[in-house]
């Protein structure tokens, strides 16, 4: 069930979705303190192995460290230079790329080439900055800003759920990283709400149709919104899931589809066989990427009848989930453009109201003096 009975305002304004200034804002206020998944644990196996990443216009470097998981800004602090380009490597230790300067786990510098010519030292301020860096499962997330929530108080009670579902016997069988012609907040938008399965994803998702609202649940939190949709034990569809997940053991038989929306960015899916984690991130104000794991549930049963099984489960989740992707893509360059010069003020329906519980983190987390006030 819904939890407004009437349509919403839709407060955010046309400019929120394409101004400078909004878009700085959300960053200081949205994004420095908060957790973004950027890679798993898995990517980085031996110690040594590192990878770069752009998260909300910093250029980032996570390295495996024999002390574990550590991430810096990936700019040398002599002149300005991307340590290195890599997208992945493996390196004993950090040397910038452009004269070879070398910085300890810490983030100290160890080693400058021809040292004497910069008598006297500052060693302070040579320092790598170094960004906190935290597991869930085999997710690992990066907060941009050194205070901030730890990644268990950003997860909040899900932290759990989210472990137990992005680890084994779940497995990642497919990722997803994509660039859209469009402020970050349209696909957010698009994600949290079920009102445009039946014509977006006609044949995808569309054997749904427009899902009853006495089959669905959302839950309107501070910082995060649900929706649990219970898919119906008896359906053809759900007898043939549960099948398989008793087959291959180790997973959970709910019958359900839960989607969590955790602020401002971070979404979860959890459903008997698969499970997804998404974040949607700011390039600039009319341009975003989306990044995304999907695993699926590979089981608990070593006989070969389960490892075709689970073969089988994870093409399937990848097959419908790419092409889901493919079809959401298809209208967010034309919402940024209508946006552009629309009009209206646009309205929330109650299928929709989890937006409307995003619109107001969004606005609450910025600072409303800084935003272009319409002529
Ligand atoms: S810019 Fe990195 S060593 Fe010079
Ligand atoms: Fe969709």
Known sequence: MFVHKEQLEYALRPEDYASPEAHHAEID????RTWHPVCLAG?????????????????????????????????????????TDARR???????????????????????????????????????????????????????????????AE????WTDRVARSFSSPYRCNWRYEAEFACNWKIPVENTVETYHLPSVHPTTLGGFGMIPEQAQKHYLENRSTTLIFNMGRETPL???????????????????????????????????????CQVYLPVGPTTSVTRSWMFSLDGTRSNPFARVMARLVARHGVRANAAIQREDATVFA?????????????????REERIWCFHRHVLAGRDRDTRPQRP
């Open 29 to 32: 206020s949205l994004f420095l």
């Open 43 to 83: 990517d980085l196996p031996q110690v040594g192995d590192f990878l770069t990443i752009e998260l909300a216009g910093q250029p980032l470097l996570l390295r495996h460290t024999a002390e574990g998981l550590r991430g810096y800004l990936n700019i040398c602090s002599h002149r300005h230079c991307l340590l």
């Open 89 to 151: 490597g493996h390196a004993a230790g950090i040397t910038c790329q452009y004269h070879g300067w070398e910085y300890g786990t810490d983030g100290r510098v160890s080693k400058v080439p021809d040292g004497g010519c910069f008598k006297p030292f500052d060693r302070e301020n040579a320092r790598l900055e170094t960004v906190p860096v935290a597991t869930c499962g085999q997710l690992v997330f990066v907060r941009l800003a050194a205070e901030g929530p730890t990644l």
């Open 154 to 157: 950003h997860l909040g009670g």
């Open 238 to 276: 759900m007898k043939r899931q549960r099948r398989v997940v008793s087959w291959l053991g180790g997973g959970t038989d709910t019958a359900e589809y839960v989607h969590h929306h955790v602020f401002p960015n971070l979404v979860f899916t959890f459903a008997d066989l698969y499970t997804y």
């Open 334 to 350: 034309a919402v940024q453009r209508g946006l552009a010069a629309t009009p209206f003020r646009g309205c929330l329906g109650t």
